[in-house]
Nanobody, 123 residues
Framework: QVQLAESGGGLVQAGGSLRLSCAASGRTFSGYAMGWFRQAPGKEREFVAAINWSTGNTYYADSVKGRFTLSRDNAKNTVYLQMSSLKPEDTAVYYC????????????????WGQGTQVSVSS
């Protein structure tokens, strides 16, 4: 059974940095994609970034491009989301999710989800 566990959230001042981790277990993830999504209070869930487990190819939402960076450690089955130059509008619960196949940008295309981790950015 696939399980995802996010960690690394917290409170940070605007302009600061955080690194989120998503530890995956339950299978090998070759041929899978890992996505990050976020949901702020009163708003719909939105795509943030995604990475292909096998190739390392990445894709970012325009709102985070140049500020967020994805990486992975296949030996640890862990994906990292390095967030820099954080803004108050980045405040949200961040979720990782995984799907078999290529990178996708809509949540409905992902099969497994973590429980989320809160990121709060103060102005």
């Amino acid at each position: 059974q696939v399980q995802l566990a996010e960690s690394g959230g917290g409170l940070v001042q605007a302009g600061g940095s955080l690194r989120l981790s998503c530890a995956a277990s339950g299978r090998t993830f070759s041929g899978y994609a890992m996505g990050w999504f976020r949901q702020a209070p009163g708003k719909e869930r939105e795509f943030v970034a995604a990475i292909n487990w096998s190739t390392g190819n990445t894709y970012y939402a325009d709102s985070v491009k140049g500020r967020f960076t994805l990486s992975r450690d296949n030996a640890k089955n862990t994906v990292y989301l390095q967030m820099s130059s954080l803004k108050p509008e980045d405040t949200a619960v961040y979720y990782c999710a995984t799907r078999r196949g290529l990178i996708a940008t809509t949540g409905a295309q992902y099969d497994y989800w973590g429980q989320g981790t809160q990121v709060s950015v103060s102005s």
